[in-house]
């Protein structure tokens, strides 16, 4: 049988490389990149202005809705551009239309915070989103492979060469703009950072299954409860130790349960260059399950398949990754590929849409997602019709334009 792969199949992985080390080579931790200066002049607002961010992280609350955005008909503005220094090279945005997303909530007072929850390797202190993360809980079992000198714990710090993993899904997803770094998808999400998986990458059922629940606000025997309820629930990952036929029953449960509880997963679908339905949450019922294509818009090798997969976003390759901050990275970046990083974008988008309409269920968000998709040139992702990548590419501007339009 096919030894279990890590977590890292999602990050930046190819096809049977998938059962070596990652193709971003972890360093040890380092202290914090200082920030590069902003530039001249006022940098453009976060979609809603906020309060100068405090020193210790406040109570993940939503925000009340404010006036109505722009009407359907208006077409929506180019001119919104983030001044982070990161945002010229950072191509996947463009790729998915995210500026203009922004230019039709910038400034219209739309657009509630909304927490996503990171089920990964665990909390980094990244300056990208401060004032917006907090430190969850870890619900790695097995002290053997937590890394940290016990199991389970309310630290939920990342530990080992892994421990980037998390934090650049995060910053993808979130990361603020502010003339600093990168820019993230959604500068005013709230990030709570779950750790699932030990120092050696590998991610238990039973781990996964309970996160999932403590994640969403379902309560977990023995664990506190969480403050922090997310509404979107991002898993770059799958479980280990299970055979790859299908998903384990007991984390369709919890799959079941937070989307129950009115929380959206979205998941990777893996890195094998294999139909995802095998995987765990990928094959799941309820998933939004993303897969990565280039820059091309075409599948690279590595990224998995099939009828289980909803749509896809960028994930990139070896020679042209996802840019992203990174405190520990060589000159405070990376740029690793993998459909981990495909992942976060749709989450991302996910929280803009639930920002404006908080009332949308899982199953509105995935039909929001999957009907605004861009179209594969040619109809299709790959020159092999079995390895389906979904509906399309994922459509940001299109996604926002289609929740704002009044019903």
Same mark, same amino acid.
């Given at each position: ?7 890292? !199949? ?46 210790? #992280?406040?109570?993940?609350?939503? $925000? ?21 220094? $990161? &945002? ?16 039709? $909530?910038?400034?219209?007072? =739309? ?11 665990? &909390? ?83 781990? !996964? ?35 790859? #036929? ?61 009828? /289980? ?13 996802? $840019?992203? /901050? ?34 949308? #269920? ?6 929001? !997602?999957?009907? #605004?998709?861009?179209? &594969? ?8 019709? =079995? ?13 926002? =334009? ?6």
């Amino acid at each position: 049988m096919k030894p279990a792969l890590p977590l890292l !199949l999602t990050a930046a992985l190819a096809g049977a490389a998938a059962l070596a080390a990652p193709r971003v080579t972890p360093i040890g931790p380092l202290p914090p990149v200082a920030a590069p200066v902003p530039p001249s002049g006022t940098p453009l607002p976060e979609l809603q202005p906020e309060p100068p961010r405090p020193q210790v #992280t406040p109570p993940l609350l939503p $925000l009340s809705p404010g006036s109505p955005g722009l009407p359907a008909a208006v077409p929506a503005p180019s001119l919104y551009r983030p001044a982070d220094p $990161l &945002f010229a090279r950072q191509w996947n945005l463009q790729a998915i239309r995210a500026p203009g997303a922004w230019a039709q $909530l910038a400034g219209t007072g =739309r657009g509630a915070r909304v927490t996503v929850a990171v089920l990964d390797t665990g &909390f980094v202190n990244t300056p990208e989103l401060a004032g917006r993360v907090v430190s969850g809980y870890d619900f790695v079992s097995d002290p053997a492979r937590a890394g940290d000198g016990d199991g389970r714990d309310a630290d939920a710090g990342g530990v080992g060469q892994y421990a980037y993993h998390a934090e650049v899904i995060g910053n993808l997803i979130g990361a603020a703009h502010d003339g600093r770094g990168m820019a993230g998808i959604n500068p005013q999400a709230r990030v709570v950072q779950v750790r699932v998986a030990g120092v050696d990458g590998l991610v238990a059922p039973q781990d !996964l299954a309970d996160g999932l629940r403590w994640a969403a606000g379902v309560p977990v025997p023995g664990v506190p409860a969480n403050l922090n309820p997310a509404r979107v629930l991002n898993l770059s990952l799958y479980a280990d130790f299970v055979p790859l #036929t299908g998903c384990d029953a007991r984390v369709q449960a919890a799959v079941d349960a937070v989307t129950a509880r009115g929380a959206l997963v979205v998941a990777g679908a893996a890195n094998d260059g294999a139909d995802a339905r095998g995987y765990s949450p990928a094959g799941c019922r309820n998933v939004l399950t993303v897969t990565s294509v280039t820059e091309g818009g075409q599948r690279p090798g590595y990224a998995n398949w099939g009828a /289980s997969v909803a749509l896809a976003a960028p994930g990139g390759e070896r020679t042209r990754g996802i $840019l992203a /901050s990174s405190v520990s990275g060589p000159s405070g970046e990376r740029s690793p590929d993998g459909t981990s990083f495909a992942a976060p974008h749709a989450a991302g988008v996910a929280s803009l849409l639930l920002g404006v309409k908080p009332s949308l #269920t899982p199953a509105g968000v995935r039909d929001l !997602l999957t009907r #605004t998709a861009t179209p &594969f040139a040619g109809g299709r992702c790959d020159p092999d019709p =079995r390895k389906s990548c979904g509906r399309g590419l994922l459509d940001a501007e299109a996604a926002v =334009r289609a929740v704002l339009a009044p019903r």
